[in-house]
């Protein structure tokens, strides 16, 4: 939520600046801004709307700081938009200042004049209060004071070619690229061929004589190692589509490159918690949610072993389950949501044991995580997760795998299939045509449904999530079995229904519900590798995908979903990478 970047670069920083901020968009969208610092002082420029709206003549300097919002505090303005200024001071901050009522409040009372509805302009009259000749010191005592989130990164006019950055509970990095310095909320800002480090919390990032630091409150150097980022950056958004439907498209790659990195991974250092867990707990929040319901399913039928299941918010709202002896299984693409890393934390506080599936090897939850286990499904851009959630998938079935390995000392009779995951994944594009069908039919549908049984009752509620969260469509994903205890009242003529059928044994079941929604005049669309299930003519569109192991067709079967979601928001008129009032990384609670 919201990204910042700071840059210091001799020749075009304005342009390296915009650039970094439109590959920071997928973090908010709403209002965008950018300060830099010449020998004749600050000049800024901020507006509402996204980053395509700060375009103008370049503005001069070589040190400047940038700044993509979500709003949270204060509505999406020009002036509510960062960069926050208050005296020699600009200041670009990604998090929430918890504390800023109270803050603010104070430095009113000492005469301060606020211009925005910001928590984060608290921050540029702390530093600009605490400045007594040293830049480094003003920000180190302004974040003294801060309360929540923060990643920052500040100007002052004093010190044309110094940045001054700082992280809290929001990420940042430091990296180097095409000949520029940056600091930024994330590795894909650098573009290719970039250098980078993570800054861990607490630790303050200095730009400075052309080179960049990092060091703690006291000022004092913490040495680090850059290393070069794997797959470079994020590829622009081409013309010939959105980057969802690219990353829908990259989902038998991404998939590839999961299994090489599952091949290598060691699973020994966790053997103990996978063998002996007391309890067993999955969180996650959005997609990774339904991932990781996805697990509880396999590791309880494959493994045997009763799983847990939370949104990471509702773990949090409990009285603390987890304790010492139980193994967390946490999963979050990104690695910073703010819900799965509270999670986290209070479960390790409480002695659990924590295996992580993320997508980011920097992120902050492989590094508070015991184990954790990479992705590899690349940059993923578009709010909405697609490809992310496939190999999150195949993570989650390889680990319930070594549980059932770990457990009962044998793996899983599905486990040979999972290799065969990207080439099926490819089979699944050939549903595409009749996902568009469905799109054209559905359109103008006031809300839909999802349906499914068992595992596909997951992917109901993924396909669901997909379509609300993109397509601005009202949709629900339940297992079958409910409708008929209260979503069957809204089923009228059109109606439209998804329904997933991919376990032969619930054939009869799914077949069951589709002629109760069908009866009342329901417009049906079912996916299924069965030709029998197909064949109902209860179906007005049936959607074929490829035979694999039931198990794992939850990881096909979404495919087509996902495309349909895509669909049904272009043929809405919408933007499948930017959803209103969403944000890729939710680095608030
Ligand atoms: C946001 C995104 C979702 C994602 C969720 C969890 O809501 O829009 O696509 O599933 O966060 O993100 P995470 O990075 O923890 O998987």
Redesign the pocket.
């Known amino acids: 939520m919201c990204g910042i970047v700071a840059c210091f670069s001799r020749e075009d920083c304005y342009g390296k600046l915009l650039a970094a901020l439109r590959r920071l968009e997928y973090r908010g969208y709403d209002s965008a801004g950018i300060a830099l610092l010449s020998a004749a002082g600050l000049s800024v420029r901020k507006r509402a709307g996204g980053v395509g709206n700060l375009a103008g003549p370049p503005l001069p300097g070589e040190t400047g700081i940038g700044h993509t919002r979500w709003a949270t505090h204060g509505a999406p303005t020009d002036v509510n938009a960062h960069p926050h200024v208050c005296g020699k001071f600009a200041v670009v901050h990604n998090g929430i200042v918890e504390n800023f009522a109270q803050l603010k409040a104070e430095l009113i009372a000492k005469g301060e004049t606020f211009r925005s509805e910001t928590d984060s302009e608290v921050i540029a009259h702390l530093v600009a209060r605490a400045y007594e000749g040293d830049f480094f010191a003003a920000v180190a005592a302004a974040c003294g004071q801060l309360r929540g989130s923060y990643a920052v990164a500040v100007l002052c006019t004093d010190r044309p070619g110094e940045i001054v950055c700082a992280r809290s509970g929001s990420p940042l990095v430091a990296g180097c690229a095409g000949g520029a310095l940056y600091v930024c909320s994330d590795v894909p800002a650098l573009g290719e061929d970039a250098c980078f480090c993570a800054a861990q919390d607490g630790e303050f990032i200095r730009i400075e004589g052309g080179v960049i630091r990092f060091c703690g409150r006291d000022g004092r150097e913490i040495p680090k190692t850059f290393t070069r980022a794997s797959g470079g950056g994020c590829a622009e958004a081409s013309a010939a589509g959105s980057f969802m439907e690219r990353e829908i498209g990259e989902i038998p790659a991404a998939l590839s490159r999961t299994l090489e990195g599952l091949r290598d991974f060691d699973f020994a250092p966790c053997a103990r918690a996978m063998r002996g867990a007391k309890n067993i707990f999955a969180v996650?929040?959005?997609?990774?949610?339904h991932a990781a319901l996805a697990f509880k399913d396999a590791a309880e039928e494959e493994a045997g072993a009763p799983v847990l299941c939370f949104s990471a918010s509702e773990f949090r709202s409990r009285a603390p389950l987890a304790g010492r002896g139980d193994l967390v299984v946490a999963?979050?693409?990104?690695?910073?949501?703010a819900d799965?890393l509270g999670a986290v934390r209070l479960a390790r506080s409480r002695g659990a044991y924590v295996l992580a599936v993320t997508n980011v090897a920097h992120s902050s939850l492989a590094g508070e995580a015991d184990l954790a286990v990479f992705m590899r499904a690349g940059p993923e851009v578009a709010?909405?997760?697609t490809k992310?959630?496939n190999c999150q998938l195949l993570c989650l079935y390889y680990i319930a795998a070594q549980l059932c390995y770990y457990r009962k000392d044998r793996f899983p009779s599905y486990f040979g299939e999972l290799f065969r995951l990207p080439e099926a994944a490819r089979a699944a594009f050939s549903a595409f045509s009749a996902a568009e069908e469905i799109a054209r039919a559905f359109r103008d549908a006031p809300a839909m449904y999802f349906i499914g049984r068992g595992k596909e009752a997951r992917t109901a509620a993924e396909g669901a999530l997909k379509v609300k969260?993109i397509a601005y469509l009202f949709a629900e994903g339940l297992p079958a079995g409910e409708l008929k205890h209260g979503p069957l009242a809204l089923v009228e003529e059109g109606f439209p229904v998804v329904a997933l059928s991919t376990s032969r044994a619930l054939l009869a079941k799914m077949a069951g519900a589709l002629a109760e929604v069908k009866a009342r005049g329901a417009r049906v669309a079912l996916l299924s590798q069965y030709e029998e299930a197909l064949a109902d003519p209860a179906v007005d569109f049936p959607v074929r995908l490829p035979a694999l192991c039931e198990r794992l067709m939850p990881v096909l079967s979404v495919i087509p979903l996902q495309h349909l979601a895509c669909r049904l928001c272009l043929l809405r008129g919408f933007d499948p990478d930017r959803p209103r009032n969403?944000?890729?990384?939710?680095t608030v609670e």
Request: charged share 10%.
């Open positions: 996650a929040c959005g997609s990774a949610l999963v979050s693409q990104s690695g910073e949501t799965t709010v909405a997760a992310s959630y969260e969403l944000a890729k990384s939710v």
